[in-house]
């Protein structure tokens, strides 16, 4: 995994890394999935989700929401999020597993995703993104 903790002082900072868009926002779930629950997470449960926005932070806004929110109603804990991106619309295939208290305690609860002070930028190499998980 390409991510990073950063520091910060009340919520939780990530620095995402990926060659692709699309990678970028699997990544990003996986950063999220693994700040709430830890490492150890399976997939077997397959669910697909679709969204459109009207621009590249609002998608990534939404669709960490969209996986928060999953997380929270469904009970699911995602393990991999295969991402396709064309244009301002988002299709993802979720693998993950029913909430386990036994082994999905090592994290941290996020509220929310911060929208404020976002950062996407196009490298020489792919795409960084830096991100604020509400705690």
Do not use: W
């Not at 999935?33 to 926005?53: E, F, H, N, T, W």
């Not at 991999?80 to 305690?105: M, Q, W, Y």
């Amino acid at each position: 995994m390409s991510f990073e903790e950063l520091s910060h002082t009340a919520d939780v900072k990530i620095r995402v890394r990926s060659p692709t868009l699309d990678a970028l926002f699997s990544e990003a779930c996986i950063a999220l999935m693994q700040v709430m629950y830890g490492k150890d997470r399976k997939p077997g449960i397959c669910k697909k989700i679709s969204l459109g926005a009207a621009d590249t932070k609002s998608l990534l806004s939404d669709f960490l929401s969209e996986i928060l929110f999953l997380s929270e109603v469904e009970s699911l804990v995602i393990a991999r999020a295969d991402v396709k991106i064309e244009g301002s619309h988002l299709t993802a295939i979720l693998a993950g597993e029913p909430f386990d208290p036994l082994r999905h305690n090592q994290g941290t609860e996020v509220k929310g995703i911060s929208y404020s002070g976002m950062l996407i930028e196009k490298e020489t190499n792919g795409y960084m993104l830096e991100i604020l998980f509400d705690v």
